[in-house]
C-alpha cells in the first residue's frame, strides 16, 4: 500500500450508526482530506431516513438514499410510503435504499413482507425515475425475479451472487457495488466477479460501520478504508489502482445524477 490520495466515492455507508455516535463528526470532517470526494448515505427505516437528510444537510460531499431496508419492513407505520415520498423531494436524496430481501433474518421479517414492501418501493422508483440500492443477502433467485419484472436502474450492493448472475445484473443495465469481502483471503466469487464486469459497471463501497476490509476486518469501517477495496480490484484486474478510483467514482456520479 502507498500513501497516494485516491479519489473516493462511498456509494453505499451507514454514518447514522450508533457506533459513529462518539466521534461521528470528527469522522466526516477527517474524511474529505484522505481523499473522499462523494459519500451516499443509506436510510433503511423512517428514523434513519431522516438522520441520512441531516447529514445530508451538515456535510457538502455527503448525499443520501432514502428507503426500508428488508430487515426493517415489519410493523411500518401506515403513511410509511408517503413519508418515502417526502423525503425523496429533498434534493440530495438520490435514490431508494437500502430496499431489498434478506432471507437470513427472516425473524426479523417474514419472506410475505419484504416482499410487499420491495414491491412498493420498486414502484415508487420507477414512478419518480429515481435509481435503487438493492440488498440481496441469500434471496438471489428471488431477487432476480423482481429485476427481471422491474427492470429498476440502480445498484446490488454488496454483491455476493455468482459471476452468472453478474453478468444478468449487468445485462438488465445496473451496477454492481463491491466492498470488503473482495479482498478477504478466502473470497471467491467476489475476485471473480470484480475481474470479469466491465469498469463502467463498477461501484465501490463500505457499508461502514460494517464489511471491513483486510488488514481492518472485525474493526468499525469508515469511507477511507475504500483504498484496500480498490488496490486489490486493481490488482484483480491487472490496472493501476487510479483506473479503478477515476472510473468508479465517475460511475458513482452518473448512477445518482451527481455533478
Ligand atoms: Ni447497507
Known sequence: MTDTLYSIFDSHAHYDAEQFNDDRDEILTSLPKKGVVGIVNMGTDIDTCLQTIALTEKYDYLYGAAGIHPECAKDLPANWLTQLRTFLKHDKIK???EIGLDYHWLELC???TQKEVLTAQLALANELDYPVVLHDREAHGDMMDFLREYRPKGVVHCFSGSVEMAREVIKLGLYIGLDGPVTFKN????????KDIPLE???LETDAPYMSPEPLRGKRNDSA????IGERIAEIRG?????IFNATTENTKRLFGID
Open 95 to 97: 435514490a431508494v435504499g
Open 110 to 112: 417474514p419472506k410475505e
Open 187 to 194: 473470497a471467491r466469487h467476489s475476485v471473480e466477479v470484480a
Open 201 to 203: 459497471r463498477l461501484l
Open 225 to 228: 478504508n475504500i483504498r484496500y
Open 239 to 243: 490496472v493501476s489502482p487510479e483506473v
